[in-house]
């Protein structure tokens, strides 16, 4: 993904990814970040940074007719009436939001971009 | 010169290509009128066996295949094959589960249309398969009672996307003091509303019920109108 848009951006630099991972995408953070310099090697990924931002799981409970944050993966309850929910609206997430891209002429300062 | 970097939103799903095939697998099926189950577990929870019971029981009323997904040898296949129906054998070498497109080549050759139920057997794991789509009607996680009753709680994204959980070797759950009310409760704290099934493949005990749940299951996917994705 990020090789194409350099491509056809006349090589131009990748610098970051912003990554929103959701805590039930079965992807542990750590392990993402431990890996991305070794797999963006040799790739138009190289030497780029991997921003990750966490997604709790929201849940919807039918009996209080509203959404929240589940306090805890091992428990699907409502955060109000502690009832059973089951209805996922958020936390699945592993998608790439952005790229930060660096072009051709200002490659010389990778410059922190507010997260 | 700005050297700041210029942000380019792209909003894509990394496991978009596994996606895209698996809804196309997924139309597939639905064109081709079969229902496909999916196993999912830890190694050892006795998939092979349970699938092997289950194949055998259900050839008798319905057309059923299935495919096995196994890191390196075909044993599952070979043990599988005993049932009578065609399988076929997904090596998937170091890669720890099945992605869409294995299944959709371990496909190649078979006619969908003259099945009714096709069975995937994932690779032993239960942590990526939670991760990767392949097209299934149904996802069935199973979990052996010399686990542990916990199991539901440290691997709870794969219970969470299944559709059943299938609790196996219920002919050893006394001997290993196996909680059968505490694992009800840990799967029902990650899962609400979660259908399990209690079945011993080797005595046969709870055959019967699974073997009706899929039947039901089935009737009620072919009623159902055709809506998109999962």
Known sequence: ?115 | MNPQPRLLEVRQNVLRQNDVVARELRQRFREAGVYVVSLVSSPGSGKTAFLEKTLSLLRQSYRVAALVGDLATDNDAVRLARAQVPVKQITTGTLCHLEAAMVRTGLEGWELEQLDFLFIENVGNLVCPASYDVGENLRVVLLSVTEGEDKPLKYPTIFNTADAAVLTKMDLAEAVEFDSVAAEVNIQRVRPGLPLLKVSSKRGEGMGEWLQFLAVSRSLESREPQTVGA
């Open chain 1, 1 to 115: 993904m990020a090789e194409e848009e350099s491509d056809c951006r006349g090589g131009a630099r990748v610098s970051a990814v912003h990554l929103k991972l959701g805590a039930l995408a079965g992807v542990v953070k750590e392990a993402l970040l431990s890996s991305w310099e070794l797999a963006s090697e040799g790739t138009a990924l190289q030497g780029s940074r991997l921003r990750i931002e966490e997604i709790p799981v929201v849940v919807f409970c039918p009996k209080c007719q509203a959404s929240g944050a589940l306090e805890s993966v091992q428990w699907f309850a409502c955060p109000r009436c502690k009832g059973p929910v089951s209805e996922v609206i958020q936390g699945r997430e592993l998608q790439v939001t952005a790229l930060e891209i660096l072009e051709r002429e200002m490659q010389n300062e990778p410059a922190t971009a507010p997260a």
